[in-house]
T-cell receptor, first 115, second 112 residues
Framework: DSGVTQTPKHLITATGQRVTLRCSPR?????VYWYQQSLDQGLQFLIQ???????AKGNILERFSAQQFPDLHSELNLSSLELGDSALYFC??????????????FGPGTRLTVL | LAKTTQPISMDSYEGQEVNITCSHN???????ITWYQQFPSQGPRFIIQ???TKVTNEVASLFIPADRKSSTLSLPRVSLSDTAVYYC?????????????FGTGTKLQVIP
């Protein structure tokens, strides 16, 4: 158990819909990262927040957005969903902010299926 | 960000030492090399990180030659539970926009 929690575990929805994925980092970690993992594209970094502020941005679509709240939990919002958005979405946390490659602790993931 | 190249898959027998090599020809001066392990339907787990020469922890060793254009993750005496995908990452975020991908990694299959 990494200490990072993600809800829901599974999500099934239809094209065009909007969903929100939630992540609670390890106690004390200020950085939260979101990743998307699909079968054909490996694990792709989407976005990082540190202590409530956006810190780094990766291949995140304009239809996707995220935020980190004062209690440090984070939400990833996915809108106008397409079939290709079906994937595993991972949240990770770390104590530091200055590197994407310091030790990150990953949650169990949310499996999104868009029908 | 430095591009990495790893073998797609490897097989090994239980009890053998496994070495997975990652190529990163355009590694930058400030880049670190990090390896993660991922089991099916689980999030990746940090294994080891290094900058140069050799790093060892309770799980693995990381060998980095002087030119740093490649690195080798060494797993001693693998067991069936080491069957997983292993990702090599190179880079360091200094802020701003960053594209990072774990790529497809190396799928290690340990055979009894």
């Amino acid at each position: 158990d990494s200490g990072v929690t993600q809800t829901p575990k599974h999500l099934i929805t239809a094209t065009g819909q909007r969903v929100t994925l939630r992540c609670s980092p390890r106690s004390g970690d200020l950085s939260v990262y979101w990743y998307q993992q699909s079968l054909d594209q490996g694990l792709q970094f989407l976005i990082q927040y540190y202590n409530g502020e956006e810190r780094a941005k990766g291949n995140i679509l304009e239809r996707f957005s995220a935020q980190q709240f004062p209690d440090l939990h984070s939400e990833l919002n996915l809108s106008s969903l397409e079939l290709g958005d079906s994937a595993l979405y991972f949240c990770a946390s770390s104590a530091r902010q200055d590197s994407l490659l310091n030790e990150q602790f990953f949650g169990p993931g949310t499996r999104l299926t868009v029908l | 960000l430095a591009k990495t190249t790893q073998p797609i898959s490897m097989d090994s027998y239980e009890g053998q030492e496994v070495n997975i090599t990652c190529s990163h020809n355009n590694i930058a001066t400030n880049d670190y090399i990090t390896w993660y392990q991922q089991f099916p339907s689980q999030g990746p787990r940090f294994i080891i990180q290094g900058y140069k020469t050799k790093v060892t922890n309770e799980v693995a060793s990381l060998f980095i030659p002087a030119d740093r254009k490649s690195s080798t993750l060494s797993l001693p005496r693998v067991s069936l539970s080491d069957t997983a995908v292993y990702y090599c990452l190179v880079g360091m975020n200094s802020g701003g926009y960053q594209k990072v991908t774990f790529g497809t990694g190396t799928k290690l299959q340990v055979i009894p």
